[in-house]
């Protein structure tokens, strides 16, 4: 059976935080993560954003070159 140090962060048995220390630590990286995510959520939308407008204009041409024909 495992024990926890007295140097421990966390309970060896069921990964409770024992200091404040690590408490503290562990809302950093929670937070940085978060904030990543965030950015990766916005990066991606901004990444589709641009691809849908640029499909709305390639499709505007085609409609666009469609209408010049027929009245040829």
């Given at each position: 059976?495992?024990?926890?140090?007295?140097?421990?962060?966390?309970?060896?048995?069921?990964?409770?935080?024992?200091?404040?220390?690590?408490?503290?630590?562990?809302?950093?990286?929670?937070?940085?993560?978060?904030?990543?995510?965030?950015?990766?959520?916005?990066?991606?939308?901004?990444?589709?954003?641009?691809?849908?407008?640029?499909?709305e204009n390639k499709i505007q041409?085609?409609?666009?070159?469609?209408?010049?024909?027929?009245?040829?």
């Amino acid at each position: 059976m495992s024990r926890t140090n007295l140097d421990s962060q966390f309970c060896s048995k069921c990964r409770i935080v024992l200091s404040l220390e690590s408490y503290n630590d562990v809302l950093r990286r929670q937070k940085e993560k978060d904030a990543e995510i965030k950015q990766l959520a916005e990066s991606q939308s901004n990444e589709i954003k641009k691809i849908r407008e640029d499909m709305e204009n390639k499709i505007q041409q085609i409609l666009l070159k469609i209408d010049i024909e027929k009245t040829h």
